[in-house]
Structure formats: structure tokens, C-alpha cells
């Protein structure tokens, strides 16, 4: 679950810091494009929030939820 969160939490950051930013939000002179192309990576490689939910909840209850 704790990788669940972080990728969740980290997503939701960058999210954000593009958001508060506005258009500067996309350019290089802050770097805030660069974290969140970053964490897509780092997301997609650990896989999202639901998958990991999922695979949490197989080695909790024994019960798979997919095939």
C-alpha cells in the first residue's frame, strides 16, 4: 500500500505545482514540467494507484479481484 500512496501522493504534487504555475508551469525555466514528466515514468513503472490497490488487497483477503 505505501507504493500505492506514494505514486498517488507524488502525481497529486506535481499535479498541482503545474496548476499553481499556470502557463510557466510548462516551460523549463522552473522545472516543474520536468518533475511531473518524471513521475509519469516513476508511475507508470510502479503502476498506478488502482493496481497496486488491487494486488494489496489479493495478498490481504486471498480473494482476486482480476484474472
Excluded at 15 to 29: A, H, K, P, T
Excluded at 35 to 45: H, L, N, R
Excluded at 47 to 56: E, K, M, Q
Aim: hydrophobic share 40%; net charge negative; glycine share 14%.
Amino acid at each position: 500500500m505505501g507504493k500505492a500512496w506514494v505514486s498517488k501522493a507524488m502525481r497529486e504534487t506535481v499535479s498541482l505545482g503545474r496548476e499553481l504555475l499556470g502557463g510557466n508551469g510548462i516551460v523549463n525555466d522552473y522545472g516543474v514540467m520536468k518533475a511531473f514528466c518524471d513521475m509519469e515514468g516513476v508511475y507508470t513503472y510502479e503502476g498506478s494507484y488502482d493496481v497496486n490497490t488491487l494486488v494489496a488487497g489479493r495478498e490481504l483477503t486471498g480473494f482476486s479481484a482480476f484474472k
